[in-house]
């Protein structure tokens, strides 16, 4: 009812003035500008251009105008306009590289966008930001990137997962052209699913976001791809000591700038060899080679009408294999399909965007359990996923809302620690409908929003309420904060015992959760949802220090109100006698329920400064955090609890053209948790029934654990630096060569200790590496 009330207001407003939009191109490729400002000349009006290029100039008065289009390292556009009273004009402008490179401007739509909206925990990035770091293996990627945002931590080279401000990897949403991807990280750690030549943003919500995102509790990760070339066919392969990558782009049917639709086609693959190069390569790592292999496939093809609007189809496939002897051999398999849209009224001011996507994803571990042999686990989920949003302009104001629709099921088995087989299959259904408003009054931003999430197969509905403030106090200072209630049906599975935690399984909300909370002062609260639920409160603020160098400061906290697990303290059947409160035999429930539902907090500060000027740039990100647990019998710190986080980022472009690039980036850590080893013993498993002799029959190696995570490992940090230099062929031919080392210094970072045999593996030693890539 809010979002139609609303709707109707804004819509009443704009059909009394003028509204000029449009779209902004690149001229050599067709590919849509984002992020750059469009303006009309002798006037105060202008707006930029949004992921897709499009942009939007609302409450004119009739008359003639000349919309400019212009950007950082772009010559400006220019397009007359006559616009009749209320009516709505569209334009294309088409904007070159320029040809003198403008260093010292530093005015930019981000720069705009960051005083009328309120930005709160967001990192916007492009490939462009993402190639200033180090390249690792001889080429960018994604992975290495988001370690260095505020708020991430990551769990090493290998194995590493994302943990984004106390939230877990299945509490963070990723969405690829909106379609939902479960796990985009290969097991090295290193890289990413994603090719970043393709990528056109990635927008990082580490909290705070608002009412149109929802279904995870803690983050968002929001992946879009560019289109294809729309002017020639044009590619890139390359090859480095790691694996190989080929890229194919080009035009079905060519864009023109005197009008006309067009339509475009991409096709991304890339393999890794490091399982065989690093053998001769990397001998003195492994003799028998980094035990790591992936491949990813992606395609899309993108057709465009001449008003703008667009439609395409994408398909993927991801694949990951690792085998770490004596520990575990791990394969998952990620494949998926979609489209989305774009869709602009003729004689409409609404943007309206929509997606509909299928995605599958399965995983299975080979373990070796040190106490008992092989254990097997395996998961798998698949579903669809579709939603439709609208975008109501109005000024600076600006309405959103829309519907979402999920679908999916899950497989999923795994033994505990106490060697009970916990098993599900299960369909669930998700419906979402959800209404934001960015209001910008003098120098205050405001953007309320409300999320309606219906969890079908829980029966539940969650109001989801969502604020962001923003007060500019001058051009240069701006005060924001964010806050908002959060709930989620998925969960992982994993066992805070393992020597390294390697495995997350995905399970829908069970229904079958214990009664009650056990409190920490032992008193116990009713459990009336199923859902795990989180609320964020972000302050902070943003100062331009110079127009070259500006720092960001925030401080989270997260209350995890209701986080569901497995039980690890479950020793019992939940059936008769153990259950039975007239029995002898009656033991508590927290020692026989599959699940536990816990509590807990992550709090903390972010502090970011960036500097960058011509050919230099520099960032400096320092966080401090802490993450607890409560889960009815004790208060622990999870795995990803890292107190410091320090990460410091170096680019520097010089020569003649600036043809030659060196990058560096250097991050230190404190010591995560782990659970220590306080002894051993002989364990019988009375497998043939309670008639087994025990005084004689041998039993196997058990381990007494101690205090859960109760131990810090050692600090960790590293350097990591790359040099490269481009070779311009001809206009459309550039080669590039890099030359790459990980830990330069070769620091003995931990990986994990054999519990048996008490010996210590370490993550990546130096990995000096090179690359060469032709983009044509």
Do not use: C
């Amino acid at each position: 009812m809010l979002a139609i009330v609303f709707a109707s207001s804004t819509l009443t407003v704009l059909a009394q003035s003028g509204n000029i939009r449009g779209f902004v191109y690149n001229k050599k490729s067709g590919e849509p500008i984002m992020y750059t400002n469009v303006i009309l000349k002798g006037t105060t009006f202008g707006a930029p251009t949004n992921d897709n290029g499009y942009f939007t100039i609302t409450r004119l008065a009739e008359g003639s105008y000349t919309v400019m289009a212009t950007g950082l390292g772009y010559d400006t556009a220019y397009a007359k306009v006559e616009l009749r009273k209320n009516g709505i004009e569209s334009v294309k402008l088409y904007i070159e590289e320029a040809s003198v490179n403008l260093g010292g401007v530093t005015i930019s739509a981000d720069r705009i966008e960051s005083q009328t909206t309120v930005k709160m925990s967001v990192t916007k990035l492009t490939p462009k930001e993402i190639s200033k770091m180090p390249s690792i293996g001889g080429e960018p990627d994604l992975a290495q990137y988001l370690q260095v945002l505020p708020g991430v931590v990551f769990t090493g080279d290998q194995g590493g997962q994302l943990y984004i401000r106390g939230g877990s990897p299945i509490q963070n949403k990723v969405l690829l052209d909106g379609m939902i991807i479960y796990n985009p990280f290969h097991s090295i750690g290193l890289f990413s699913v994603f090719d970043t030549d393709i990528m056109k943003s990635a927008d990082v919500y580490t909290g705070g976001y608002g009412a149109e995102y929802g279904g995870r509790i803690s983050s968002i990760m929001d992946i879009s791809t560019r289109d294809g070339n729309k002017k020639r066919l044009a590619g890139k392969i390359s090859s480095t000591t790691f694996g190989a990558k080929a890229l194919l782009e080009g035009p079905l049917k060519k864009s023109s700038t005197d009008g006309g639709g067009s339509s475009s086609f991409l096709f991304s693959a890339k393999s890794s060899y490091i399982d065989r190069t690093s053998k001769e390569l990397y001998s003195y790592v492994n003799d028998e080679g980094l035990p790591f292999e992936w491949r990813d496939l992606y395609g899309k093809v993108s057709l465009n009408a001449d008003n703008g609007s667009k439609i395409n189809f994408f398909g993927f496939n991801f694949t990951d294999g690792v085998n770490y002897p004596d520990l575990a051999a791990i394969q998952w398999n990620s494949v998926g399909f979609g489209s989305n849209f774009v869709l602009i009224p003729a004689r409409s001011q609404l943007l309206m965007e929509g997606v509909f996507a299928y995605s599958k994803y399965e995983t299975s571990i080979d373990e070796s359990d040190l106490t008992s042999g092989i254990t097997d686990r395996r998961s798998a989920i698949n579903g669809f996923n579709m939603g439709m949003n609208f975008t109501s302009f109005n000024g600076a104001n600006e309405a959103k809302y829309g519907f979402e629709i999920n679908g999916f099921k899950t497989d999923f088995s795994f033994v505990n620690a106490s060697k009970n087989l916990i098993e599900q299959v299960e369909n669930t259904t998700e419906i979402a409908g959800y209404f934001t408003y960015t209001i910008n009054k003098g120098k205050f931003v405001f953007e309320p929003g409300l999320r309606l999430h219906y969890f079908a197969s829980l029966s539940e509905l969650s109001p989801e309420p969502r604020l962001g403030v923003k007060f500019n106090a001058t051009d240069r200072f701006r005060i924001k904060a964010a806050s908002g209630i959060y709930a989620q049906n998925l969960m992982s599975a994993s066992s805070d015992r393992d020597v390294v935690n390697l495995f997350y399984g995905f399970l829908s909300g069970p229904t079958n959760l214990p009664d009650n909370i056990v409190n920490e002062d032992g008193s116990t609260t009713s459990i009336d949802s199923r859902l795990q639920k989180a609320r964020h409160l972000i302050v902070g603020f943003e100062y331009d220090i110079t127009p070259n160098l500006n720092v960001n400061v925030e401080g989270y906290f997260k209350r995890f109100n209701q986080v569901t697990n497995l039980n690890r303290n479950k020793a019992f059947k939940d059936e008769a006698p153990y259950n039975d409160e007239n029995s002898d035999d009656f033991v508590p429930e927290v020692l026989r329920s599959d699940y536990v539902v816990e509590t807990g907090d992550a709090y903390g500060v972010d502090i970011v400064f960036k500097y960058e000027k011509k050919q230099i740039s520099l960032w400096a990100v320092y966080s401090l955090g802490k993450v607890t647990r409560w889960d009815g019998v004790q208060t622990y710190a999870p795995i990803f609890d890292r107190r410091h986080n320090i990460n410091l980022v170096g680019t520097y472009a010089f020569g003649e053209d600036r043809e030659w690039s060196f990058d560096t980036r250097w991050n230190f850590g404190s010591g995560f948790p782990f659970t220590q080893t306080a002894g051993f013993y002989e364990q019988s498993s009375f497998q043939n029934g309670l008639g087994v002799d025990y005084v004689s029959q041998n039993g196997e190696l058990g381990i007494k654990y101690g205090e859960l995570n109760g131990g810090r490992l050692p600090y960790y940090h590293r350097l990591d630096i790359s040099l490269k230099r481009k070779f311009t062929l001809s206009e459309n031919s550039i080669l590039e060569a890099t030359a790459s080392v990980t830990n330069v210094y070769d620091r003995k970072n931990i990986f994990y200790v054999n519990r048996t045999t008490n010996e210590r593996v370490d993550q990546l030693p130096i990995l000096p590496s090179i690359g060469i890539s032709l983009t044509f």
